[in-house]
């Protein structure tokens, strides 16, 4: 490809409003175009990164026996109605009715389409297993779409769907795309780590994220070094604490005058609602807090509030209460809290309270500070043998430090971004849809199902994340939008346009990917733009063309070496890893 020809628009400026590095570069080095909110256009570059991780993801699907195939985009409501998404999912599915009022929707992910197609053509345990994929178009309206193509509203994914005879069989499936998942992020540059997803409120059936590490990320991950374990800081199982329960002797560690934490004392603590306003206040630490939340819990018409306390410097998993709860909560409103507490937020304690009470497993232990049920005022002594109504779960956020839940070392943490999701579905939708088989005896039983979901925006995204500088991008090879990028220093020169012509139509031929910036422009232009790009390879022909010498830079080391054109192949084959 001749950049002279090549839509290629590279910008010096960040795109306004950008904070993740890979949305910023994506823009800059020309790869895509923001259309609307979280609505994309790929630009060639940026679309020849997307199909090169296709071909990956489709070689590896290909290599276990997964069959492609290519569902649509636009469903019937029927289908969605049958799996009971259509009820269960909120304004995230784009809803639609076509010219006769039929209802219609985007398809966000296709359980229903292949459920559908599974009770119409599998019929015996003889057809089974299947393995079926297809690299499609999602689109889903999401909230707050944003950090460039890393949380859009229309993206593309492979989706990959088994259909077994049982769980065990299904384990098989499973482990198969285990295998598969780990080739494609090792082969596409991205470091990936799976951890245990979230089961689903009820439990039951498994799942696993795979997250890339990245800044940018919205979830956060502790995982630890001496054994392996992994889990969303949502999900992972918060430790015993570490550090005694708070005594006196703690508590006068704090930055003020010694408080006894063990005597029951209410203490007047004016406009001091927050526990960084009691904190500094007071003069302790945050653990020597005991922070209430009111809840409302939305499982019925009516909502009913409970009272949820955490240590002051823990934060709440909302996932693990939403479990503890067994249902969906939201914040208490002020006036929520007034009527059911008889105070307004930031004052609120359990003690007294008639509210039912979620305590977090550390506060078994240890008395604390807490809210006095009175305006400007909190109470120290206060410890959860005084609430006999409290029950205690893990209900905290884990966080790096805390004591790995397999084998008690220290668990490190990182942000990550999603970038797939593997779930064993077993029968959640077949059931429903009547996707059934004739088992060895004849009798009729429901298809053991999993899903696999891989974002390719999200692998672009994350391979920026994990690999640029100051200067631009630093693809992997594997994916990178040229392997190489062949500079002409000067166009106006002969002996240097006629050399760099013959190596970009030598090194075509051998089969490389070449991006030839012929264009008649400053070298420090060509030179910017080509970092910026962040191809692998760059061949810089120039002053030593009379001499058939040329200069190959490595984009990631930065290291530069004159080379004869005679070694050139030899040489690019070492730096792209082929050699
Ligand atoms: P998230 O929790 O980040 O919203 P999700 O769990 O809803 O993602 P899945 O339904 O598991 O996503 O989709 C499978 C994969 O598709 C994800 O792991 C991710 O790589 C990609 N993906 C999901 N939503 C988006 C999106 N809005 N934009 C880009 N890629 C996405
Ligand atoms: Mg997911």
């Keep these: 490809m001749r950049a002279s020809q090549l839509l290629l628009p590279t910008v010096k400026e960040d795109p306004?409003?950008?904070?993740?590095?890979?949305?910023?570069?994506?823009?800059?080095?020309?790869?895509?175009?923001?259309?609307?909110?979280?609505?994309?256009?790929?630009?060639?570059?940026?679309w020849r990164v997307m199909q090169k991780i296709a071909a990956i993801i489709r070689g590896e699907m290909d290599g276990i026996g997964c069959q492609e195939m290519l569902m649509p985009v636009i469903n019937p409501a029927e289908i969605w109605q049958q799996s009971g998404r259509w009820d269960a999912i909120g304004g995230e599915l784009f809803r639609f009715k076509d010219r006769k009022g039929a209802d219609m929707a985007l398809a966000m992910t296709h359980e229903e389409v292949i459920t559908w197609l599974a009770a119409r053509e599998v019929h015996s345990y003889k057809q089974l297993p299947q393995l079926w994929y297809h690299i499609q178009t999602k689109e889903r309206d999401e909230a707050r779409p944003k950090s460039g193509v890393l949380r859009t509203r229309e993206f593309i994914m492979k989706d990959s769907y088994s259909l077994d005879v049982s769980y065990e069989a299904l384990q098989e499936s499973y482990a198969k795309h285990i295998a598969a998942y780990d080739r494609i992020y090792a082969r596409c540059g991205v470091e990936a780590m799976m951890v245990e997803g979230d089961s689903g409120m009820m439990g039951g059936s498994v799942s696993h994220e795979y997250m890339a590490y990245a800044d940018a990320g919205e979830d956060e991950i502790v995982f630890c070094r001496a054994c392996g374990y992994a889990a969303n800081v949502e999900m992972a199982v918060a430790g015993a604490d570490r550090e005694?329960?708070?005594?006196?002797?703690?508590?006068?560690?704090?930055?003020?005058?010694?408080?006894?934490?063990?005597?029951?004392?209410?203490?007047?603590?004016?406009?001091?609602?927050?526990?960084?306003?009691?904190?500094?206040?007071?003069?302790?630490?945050?653990?020597?807090?005991?922070?209430?939340?009111?809840?409302?819990?939305?499982d019925g018409a009516e909502g009913r509030q409970v009272m949820v306390l955490l240590r002051g410097d823990h934060e709440l998993s909302e996932?693990?209460?939403?479990?503890?709860?067994?249902?969906?909560?939201?914040?208490?409103t002020a006036d929520e809290v007034l009527a059911a507490q008889g105070i307004a937020p930031g004052y609120v304690g359990p003690e007294p309270t008639t509210l039912p009470v979620y305590a977090d497993e550390v506060l078994r232990r240890g008395h604390y500070v807490a809210g006095a049920n009175k305006a400007d005022h909190h109470r120290t002594g206060v410890s959860l043998a005084m609430v006999p109504q409290a029950t205690f779960c893990d209900l905290r956020k884990a966080r790096a430090g805390d004591p790995c839940p397999q084998c008690a070392a220290d668990l490190d943490g990182a942000r990550v971004i999603e970038v797939g999701?593997?779930?064993?579905?077993?029968?959640?939708?077949?059931e429903p849809m009547g996707a059934t088989f004739l088992d060895v005896d004849g009798k009729e039983q429901p298809i053991v199902m999993g899903s696999y979901g891989i974002g390719l925006a999200r692998i672009a995204a994350a391979a920026i994340e994990q690999h640029h500088d100051g200067n631009g991008i630093v693809w992997p090879p594997s994916i990178a939008p040229f392997e190489a990028h062949l500079v002409l220093v000067r166009a106006s020169d002969e002996v240097q346009a006629a050399l760099a012509e013959q190596l970009y139509a030598e090194l075509a031929a051998a089969g490389l990917d070449v991006l030839f910036d012929d264009r008649d422009m400053s070298p420090g232009i060509k030179f910017k733009d080509a970092d910026l790009l962040g191809c692998p390879a760059q061949i810089v022909v120039g002053k030593r063309a009379p001499e058939g010498v040329v200069e190959l830079k490595d984009r990631a080391s930065g290291e530069?070496?004159?080379?004869?054109?005679?070694?050139?192949?030899?040489?690019l084959g070492e730096l792209l890893g082929r050699g």
């Design 16 to 46: 306004a409003g950008a904070e993740a590095i890979s949305h910023k570069l994506m823009v800059r080095a020309g790869l895509v175009r923001q259309l609307a909110a979280g609505i994309y256009v790929y630009l060639p570059a940026g």
């Design 244 to 298: 005694p329960p708070q005594s006196e002797s703690q508590a006068a560690a704090g930055a003020g005058a010694a408080v006894d934490l063990t005597v029951d004392e209410v203490r007047s603590t004016p406009g001091a609602k927050t526990i960084d306003q009691v904190v500094e206040f007071l003069g302790l630490p945050a653990r020597a807090f005991m922070k209430a939340l009111v809840v409302t819990v939305e």
């Design 319 to 332: 996932l693990k209460l939403r479990k503890a709860l067994g249902a969906e909560f939201r914040l208490a």
């Design 421 to 430: 999701n593997i779930f064993q579905l077993g029968t959640k939708y077949s």
């Design 560 to 571: 530069r070496r004159d080379v004869p054109v005679a070694e050139l192949a030899l040489a």
